[in-house]
């Protein structure tokens, strides 16, 4: 299985679905018909975020995080081999939120992970009330051209 397709993991258990991920190549490329706003970036939460996504690099996940439902979706193997393709990204040179909204009384947050080797990688993670992991999915984002303007 070759990595773009192992990145389009997804463990979704408190949304029905991903919000949508295709960026346009604009500078200040925000995503495309985004469900939610981008809203103000909370440092605590990015870091958790961040290190949610470290331990899944590494195939170390603290299962008390994720609620039993999630919990019950995810193998061993699975991390493992996540874990293995979101290393193939090389140095992380950033971790930005993109969005961040609230969906089947679940939090969601996008973020955009840029590694040493393309392409971006989205991260979705979404938080029930009581502040567990009952989503999460890693996506390469999709770079849309500019439109060329008419003559």
């Known amino acids: 299985m070759t990595s773009q397709r192992l990145l389009l993991f997804c463990l979704l258990a408190g949304l029905t679905a991903a919000p949508a991920l295709a960026q346009t190549a604009t500078p200040d490329a925000?995503?495309?018909?985004?469900?939610?706003?981008?809203?103000?970036?909370?440092?605590?939460?990015?870091?958790?975020?961040?290190?949610?996504?470290?331990?899944?690099?590494?195939?170390?996940?603290?299962?008390?995080?994720?609620?039993?439902?999630?919990?019950?979706?995810?193998?061993?193997?699975d991390i493992s081999d996540m874990g293995g393709h979101l290393r193939t990204v090389g140095t992380i040179a950033s971790f930005t939120q993109l969005q961040r909204g609230t969906q089947n009384g679940s939090n969601y947050f996008v973020y955009k992970i840029v590694g040493s080797v393309p392409p971006p990688i989205a991260m979705v993670i979404s938080f029930d009330t009581a502040g567990k992991v009952d989503g999460i999915s890693f996506q390469p984002l999709v770079t849309q051209p500019s439109p060329t303007p008419a003559p």
Do not use: C, M
């Open 30 to 77: 925000s995503p495309a018909t985004a469900p939610g706003p981008v809203a103000t970036i909370d440092p605590a939460q990015t870091a958790r975020a961040r290190a949610e996504f470290d331990a899944w690099r590494t195939g170390t996940i603290d299962r008390s995080h994720y609620d039993a439902q999630l919990n019950a979706k995810i193998s061993d193997a």
